[in-house]
Antibody, heavy 114, light 112 residues
């Protein structure tokens, strides 16, 4: 059974940093691209970033480029998202999802507020 | 970016009646490999998104056959033949043909 479990969310001040993790199980993690998608409170889904299976290719939404960094550790079956220079508009639930969006985690809430 | 426009944004439905959601893209979603990467998701209250349909009309495993997807080019539709109580939630279309992937605004399905 495929499982994706996000962690690392919390309350952070504007300009601060946070590191998110997504632990994967039930499939050959290193074979698949992985995505981060976010959802602001009461709003819709927004794609954030993706990374290929061996971690050599990464892509970002324009709104987070230069501030967020996606990475992965295939030995630990874990996906990461480092969030820097956080702004109020980054407040959202952050989901990790598999390559074809067929499996999603439950999400982790990031709140940016002073 | 490709803009995905859903309508209606709110859809009150009587139990047992059909429902239909439209999704239009600002550009054709036919990719160079001839596939059309149009996906539908369901998000029940308090839950993560769940993929229902991919490449316009392919239903995911475990998705009831009352859900169906259709369309081509820039015009797509998700239909529920007979709405059940468990279908309440927000439905999103998403295109994966053009970079970056983009979602529609969501359509909230509720029971009248």
């Amino acid at each position: 059974e495929v499982q994706l479990v996000e962690s690392g969310g919390g309350l952070v001040q504007p300009g601060g940093s946070l590191g998110l993790s997504c632990a994967a199980a039930g499939f050959t993690f290193s074979n698949f691209w992985m995505h981060w998608v976010r959802q602001a409170p009461g709003k819709g889904l927004v794609w954030v970033s993706r990374i290929n299976g061996d971690g050599t290719i990464t892509n970002y939404a324009e709104s987070v480029k230069g501030r967020f960094t996606i990475s992965r550790d295939n030995a630990k079956n874990t996906l990461y998202l480092q969030l820097n220079s956080l702004e109020a508009d980054d407040t959202a639930v952050y989901y990790c999802a598999c390559e074809s969006y067929d499996f999603w985690g439950r999400g982790t809430l990031v709140t940016v507020s002073s | 970016d490709v803009v995905m426009t859903q309508s209606p944004l709110s859809l009150p439905v009587t139990l047992g009646q059909p429902a239909s959601i439209s999704c239009r893209s600002s550009q054709s979603l036919v990719y160079s490999d001839s596939n059309t990467y149009l996906t539908w998701f369901q998000q029940r209250p308090g839950q993560s998104p769940r993929r229902l349909i991919y490449k316009i009309s392919n239903r995911d495993s475990g998705v009831p056959d009352r859900f169906s997807g259709s369309g081509s080019g820039t015009d797509f539709t998700l239909k529920i033949s007979r709405v059940e109580a468990e279908d309440v939630g927000v439905y999103y279309c998403m295109q994966g043909t053009h970079w970056p992937p983009t979602f529609g605004q969501g359509t909230k399905v509720e029971i009248k």
